[in-house]
């Protein structure tokens, strides 16, 4: 069983010196002043490991998440108190609705939150707001797609990529 204790933090550090990358967990970009983080953590242990994880670094976090539709419902309080609990701002979005409402999906997560919260359905609009959110030094975490580069809403599939929204987000900041 994993548990984040201070020698597994150490050996993690080191093995994120080592740069392997193992596409959409942990993916680590960085702009000028800011760390992204894009990973698949979309459980309530995912999510807390990962952000106990940064939180060892002593930077402030903005998470970015959202919990899927059509899955256990259970689970949507937790998430959103994880969230809420670990980071300074979070911001509950989209991912993969299915066949729910995505503001009911949100609504669940926002059961056992504290005022630190915000929400935005739409997932690049989210990943933005959390950049202009940030301050020089944090952690922006986007939690839930990994490498994912499509979300399923009721009626269609749309192409969305963490990665491309970063990609376009970042290239729109440098230019």
């Given amino acids: ?24 967990r942990l993916n680590i970009i960085k702009d000028k002043d800011r760390t992204f983080v ?12 990962v952000l106990k994880l940064f939180s060892e670094y002593n930077n402030d976090i903005i998470s970015v998440c959202g919990c899927g539709g059509n899955r256990d419902k259970s689970k949507r309080e ?8 670990y980071s300074k701002y979070s911001i509950f979005t989209s991912d993969n ?11 669940d997560m926002m059961k056992d939150v504290n005022d630190n919260v915000f929400v935005e359905v739409d997932r690049e609009k989210a990943i933005r707001k959390a950049y202009y ?8 975490l986007l939690l839930g797609k990994g ?3 499509k979300q399923i809403l009721s009626d269609r ?9 970063l990609s376009d987000l970042l290239g729109d900041i440098n230019e």
């Fill in 38 to 49: 894009i990973d698949f953590a979309h459980t309530p242990d995912g999510i807390l490991k």
């Fill in 78 to 85: 937790i998430i959103g108190n994880i969230l809420s609990n």
């Fill in 133 to 140: 959110m940030s301050n020089k030094g944090d952690f922006i």
């Fill in 147 to 149: 490498n994912e580069k």
């Fill in 157 to 165: 599939i749309i192409e969305i990529s963490d990665f491309q929204i």
């Fill in 97 to 107: 609705p299915r066949d729910e409402n995505p503001l009911d999906i949100i609504n």
């Fill in 1 to 24: 069983v994993f548990s984040i204790n201070k020698l597994n933090i150490y050996y993690l550090k080191e093995f994120f010196n080592q740069y392997i990358v193992i596409d959409g």
